[in-house]
Nanobody, 123 residues
Framework: LTLVESGGGLVQPGGSLRLSCAAS??????????IGWFRQAPGTEREGVAC????????DYSDSVKGRFTISRDDAKNTVYLQMNNLEPADTGIYYC???????????????WGQGTQVLVSS
C-alpha cells in the first residue's frame, strides 16, 4: 500500500487546512485498513492525532486536537482527510498518514507510512 499526503503549507494562527492521504496499490485495498494521522515537530517524537476505522465506523482524536480536527474517509476515492480548524503554532510539524494492520482504532501496529506533508502555523 502506498500512501501520499498533500495539503500542507503555511497558515496563520486561527486558520484552517485540509490534509489528504491518497492510498493505492494493495490487496486488500485501502478500505480494509484503519488509517491514522500522526505529526512530528522538530525535536519531538511522532505523536498520533487522529484515527478512523474501516467504514468510518469510529474515530478517535488526541486531546490536543479534539474539537478542532476532523478525520474522514472517502473509500470511493481511496482518500482519508484531516480537516484542521483553529490552528495553533503548536500544531506545526510534519504530518504523516499511516495504515494499521487492523481495521479499527486505535492505531497500534502500523504497516504503511506516507512520506509526510509540512504544516507551519505562524503569523
Amino acid at each position: 500500500l502506498t500512501l501520499v499526503e498533500s495539503g500542507g503549507g503555511l497558515v496563520q494562527p486561527g486558520g484552517s487546512l485540509r490534509l489528504s492521504c491518497a492510498a493505492s496499490g494493495s490487496t486488500p485495498g485501502p478500505e480494509s485498513y484503519a488509517i491514522g494521522w500522526f505529526r512530528q515537530a522538530p525535536g519531538t517524537e511522532r505523536e498520533g492525532v487522529a484515527c478512523i476505522s474501516i467504514n468510518s465506523y469510529s474515530t478517535d482524536y488526541s486531546d490536543s486536537v479534539k474539537g478542532r480536527f476532523t478525520i474522514s474517509r472517502d473509500d470511493a476515492k481511496n482518500t482519508v482527510y484531516l480537516q484542521m480548524n483553529n490552528l495553533e503554532p503548536a500544531d506545526t510539524g510534519i504530518y504523516y498518514c499511516a495504515a494499521d494492520v487492523h481495521t479499527h482504532c486505535p492505531i497500534t501496529d502500523v504497516a504503511y507510512w506516507g512520506q509526510g506533508t509540512q504544516v507551519l502555523v505562524s503569523s
